[in-house]
């Protein structure tokens, strides 16, 4: 069973093994909420099902929703029915990947492991690895699979809610690890949210830090020297993971896992959730 990562490597020997497995493309695009699509039936890995990060991850549209933000997550029944329909199952090891250093497969990584189901590993290095080491891919889409019952278990996440975060701002048993790139943390520009600047208190780890020049992460004994250089006297444990819509966060959650440093909190509303209600704090800089 594979739980954080999976190289090429290994995806090639699930392939052969027998063992039941699906592989999920979650390539996606914010400013063009259709290209990730377009990329996938341009080429994705054989038998790929496509994972719309509008449309399948999150609540749009007037949706009940788990948590609030511009990507709220779904209720847990709407997400299992969902992965019933694509025919996933709970027997199955389930890979992940996208064309975008890990951003939005970290999402569906998540969410599975939110709704109880270990088997669940990142692409290492995403479609551009698998390409680059030969590996075949289909265009188009696929033939469409049967219909399973995926049920949910005890959830093997974290999740926080906003007012979690607020309750337990400046205390020493909430760490805020903010994945978004630098200048946004800083207030110094805000292309997607109305508000800018960040969450007073919160420490800064852009999501990309986590991979190395080809794309994927860095060694587990790195990646721990880093978070913990990060994190200073603070409990790994206490870490509650953001961004801006609790997307890109993952990656920083996925690596502290890699590390050896433990499960940690996510807050899925994120920068957008919390800049909605004016009277919370807002630091700069």
């Not at 497969?105 to 290095?125: F, N, P, S």
């Not at 999740?159 to 048993?173: F, I, K, S, Y």
Request: aromatic share 8%; with cysteine.
């Amino acid at each position: 069973m594979y739980t954080t990562l999976i190289s090429v490597e290994q995806l090639q020997a699930l392939e052969h093994s027998g063992q039941p497995y699906m592989v999920f493309d979650c390539s996606f695009d914010l400013v063009q909420p259709d290209a990730g699509e377009q990329q996938y039936r341009a080429a994705h890995i054989p038998g790929a099902v496509y994972a719309h990060l509008n449309d399948n991850l999150s609540a749009l549209h007037g949706s009940a929703a788990e948590s609030g933000g511009r990507h709220p997550l779904p209720l847990m029944e709407a997400f299992a029915t969902w992965l019933s329909s694509v025919g996933f199952s709970n027997d199955m090891q389930a890979v992940v990947y996208d064309r975008n250093g890990v951003n939005y497969a970290g999402r569906l990584w998540w969410m599975l492991k939110w709704a109880g189901h270990a088997a669940v590993a990142v692409l290492d290095g995403g479609l551009q690895a698998w390409q680059a080491a030969s590996g075949a891919v289909n265009t188009g889409t696929e033939p469409s699979k049967f219909t399973t019952n995926f049920v949910p278990a005890q959830s093997l996440a974290a999740l926080v809610a906003t007012e979690t975060v607020a309750d337990n701002l400046g205390r020493p048993t909430q760490t805020i690890i903010d994945a978004r790139a630098t200048p946004r943390f800083k207030g110094e520009v805000e292309p997607l949210d109305p508000v800018a600047g960040h969450i007073p208190g919160a420490l800064n780890r852009p999501f990309s830090q986590n991979l190395g020049p080809d794309g994927k992460f860095k060694p587990a004994a790195q990646l721990r020297a880093e978070f913990e250089a990060l994190l200073g006297n603070r409990d790994p444990a206490s870490v509650v993971h953001h961004c801006g819509s609790g997307v890109s966060a993952n990656p920083n959650l996925i690596a502290m896992e890699i590390a050896g440093l433990g499960t940690t909190g996510l807050y899925a509303g994120s920068w957008s959730d919390w800049c909605s209600d004016p009277s919370r704090p807002v630091a700069k800089g």
